[in-house]
């Protein structure tokens, strides 16, 4: 039996849910997103994209290409539902599928198409379906694997169904752009440009991946192949959260050390009950950055020990950032002329709240409240070094994640991490019956209640989607997140892994 995979995406999902709701909006340019002076457009109906308006443009920007547009605020909980609805229906067709985000899945149909005259005609049964059921329009593409299949859904959108049959594959591949293979974002591309792959036809010359080694490490028999058609990859119908994230976009930019402190020292106490709740514990800990300009960088760093522990991620949050900072290929924002090492070698920064003690084994752990100015030293330092500029956004991610298997006590890998474990439990509790903020650490309470304290929880209120998609808290289980953590490609170089 030959296989066949069908990807599906809805076409503008959360601007054509405006204008089935508001028949008013129908044909009409309209544009969902952050309303505030830092909003972002999250999605805009195919008549604004003629004015070039997208995803991810500030809302500002898009004013000034579509004055004329409707701009809607996001209705998170009414395109849940469309999607849950849109889902139930596919699922009568086959209840493999493997849910991508809100609006796009991978359905597994092979053997159906012999119940129907041929794959594109099954593509049409359930594009019909979502069409009667639900007045929304998705775009398909039907193939012999995964790859293809999303590749596919995307060739002719708005309103595809496009098919890739058997023995066609590289044929189709051969013309598209290297960045079109999956996982090859921004920094791949460019390391795969250097060395002359500019097209996959360039890649499918090669007879195995050996000459992709050199540029793009273990990636390469994946790229290799991706580029000649070839994925074994199975439609996973009980895929797991891979990634959890914080992100914040300010509503006015950071500027010093000690506001971004903060702002990972409350991601990091987010993130972990998150991962407590879950039962997860995470391998692989990124932070996001963007400057003023929108140049936005990552770094990401694998634990030597997965953990959902909160110190570990604010600690390597800050090893990651002063690495960052430290770093001088890491792009700066343009007119920014200070050194950042000079800046680093020189400047002292107030440690606000806790006092570090390190370890034999690296680890080190914070013991108690203090006050105190320190010297910049390079990675082992213990404050956040100032950033060389205005920062827009910071985020936070943890991935990699795996179920906590349950452990005797005496397996605590130290005894602080058991003060920690039980610690955590007694205020997860507190918080489930009294709500977020009535329990938080000093640091924290500070970043709700100190200096800009309520300037920060206004826009955080606010910017539901200022900060793309939906903004603080992100979860996801996209299987390209491992390469490019944001669905855009402008994450920068998430690869490089300190
Ligand atoms: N989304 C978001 N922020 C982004 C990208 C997307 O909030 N940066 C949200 C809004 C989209 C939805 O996710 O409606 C689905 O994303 P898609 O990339 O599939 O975009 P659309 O469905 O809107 O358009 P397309 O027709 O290109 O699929
Ligand atoms: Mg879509």
Known sequence: MRRWIMHVDMDAFFASIEQLDHPEYKGHPVIVGGLSSRGVVATCSYEARKFGVHSAMPISRAKKLCPDGIYVYPRMDRYKEVSEQIFSIMKEFTPRIEPLSIDEAFLEVSGMSTMYSGPKALGRAIKDRVFEETGLIISAGLAPNKFLAKLASDLDKPDGLVVIPYGREKEILAPL?????????????????AGGFHLMRHIQALSDESSLIPLVGNQARRIWELANGIDDRPVETDRKIQSIGAEETYEEDLTDGSAIELEFRYFANRLSKRLRKRNLLGHTVSIKVRYDDFTTVSRQKRLDTPSDHEHVFFETALLLWNKLMQDKTSKQPKGIKKDVEALGA???VRSTHFKYSSSKDSKSNYIGSNHSTSKLSGSSERNFMEPPGPIRLLGLTVSG???EVPMQDSLFESPQDETED???GVLDSLESKFGETVIMSGALWQRFHGENGMRRKR????????????????????????????????????NKDI
């Open 459 to 494: 826009s955080e209120l606010k910017s539901a989607v200022d900060a793309q998609s939906t903004n603080e808290d992100v979860e996801s289980t996209k299987m390209d997140k491992g390469f490019d953590l944001d669905k855009n490609g402008d994450v920068g170089d998430i």
């Open 177 to 193: 752009p290297i960045k079109r293979i999956w996982g090859v974002g921004p920094h791949t591309e460019k390391r795969l440009k």
């Open 401 to 403: 994640l795996d179920e």
């Open 422 to 424: 039980k610690l955590a």
């Open 346 to 348: 020189t400047t002292k």
